[in-house]
Nanobody
Framework: QVQLVQSGGGLVQSGDSLRLSCASSMRTGTNYAMGWFRQAPGKEREFVAAINWSGARTYYADSVKGRFTASRDNHKNTVDLQMNGLKPEDTAVYFC???????????????????????WGQGTQVTVSS
């Protein structure tokens, strides 16, 4: 069973930065795409960012573009989300998610669809105060 374990998050002020990490139990050398989603209270889960298996391609929601950066270290089996210029509207529980390595990489809008991803982290709270 694949496990994704998240770390990072917390309470910060508007304009601050945070870094989220997601460690995968998949065998090193396994190629899989990753995504980040978030869910605010009373709202649906929404796409934040995604990164292809090599890290060469990244995708972002318009609301975080230019502020958030996804990266990965395939030697360590980790994927990070660097969040700069945080705003109160970024407050949410953040989830990392992995595409099943047996599936092809997403195409187009599939990157932003939660059903594309098979494995999910436990979620971590990010709270941004104004």
């Amino acid at each position: 069973q694949v496990q994704l374990v998240q770390s990072g998050g917390g309470l910060v002020q508007s304009g601050d930065s945070l870094r989220l990490s997601c460690a995968s139990s998949m065998r090193t050398g396994t190629n899989y795409a990753m995504g980040w989603f978030r869910q605010a209270p009373g709202k649906e889960r929404e796409f934040v960012a995604a990164i292809n298996w090599s890290g060469a391609r990244t995708y972002y929601a318009d609301s975080v573009k230019g502020r958030f950066t996804a990266s990965r270290d395939n030697h360590k089996n980790t994927v990070d989300l660097q969040m700069n210029g945080l705003k109160p509207e970024d407050t949410a529980v953040y989830f990392c998610a992995a595409v099943d390595p047996g599936h092809p990489e997403p195409i187009g809008g599939a990157w932003k669809t939660s059903s594309t991803y098979t494995y999910w982290g436990q979620g971590t709270q990010v709270t941004v105060s104004s």
